[in-house]
């Protein structure tokens, strides 16, 4: 079974700014492709950002010019780095990894932005 291993969560301004790492288990991570969703109380979960086994990326709307995610084969790990974080990005964020027909989860870090 696929692992992925969240961190870089937690408190933040608005205005400011957050990393977020996600780390998977096993030798085909450069196979997947990643994602990055988030949930907030009440709503459905949303994707944010992707990127392709190939390292191509999508964004949500509401994140673009502000979010970046990239991927680093070597480390087995995707990241997602925010900037310009509005209260509206609180939310769990999962990291998610997809090949073939399999998909897995990450077990969410909790981003609060708030003054």
């Known amino acids: 079974q696929v692992q992925l291993v969240e961190s870089g969560g937690g408190l933040v301004q608005p205005g400011g700014s957050l990393g977020l790492s996600c780390a998977v288990s096993g030798s085909s991570f450069s196979l997947f492709n990643m994602g990055w969703y988030r949930q907030a109380p009440g709503k459905q979960r949303e994707l944010v950002a992707s990127?392709?086994?190939?390292?191509?990326?999508n964004y949500a709307d509401s994140v673009k010019g502000r979010f970046t995610i990239s991927r680093d084969n070597a480390k087995n790990t995707v990241y997602l780095q925010m900037s310009s974080l509005k209260p509206e990005d609180t939310a769990v964020y999962y990291c998610n990894a997809a090949f073939l027909t399999r998909s897995y989860w990450g077990q969410g870090t909790q981003v609060t932005v708030s003054s």
């Open positions: 990127i392709t086994a190939s390292g191509r990326t």
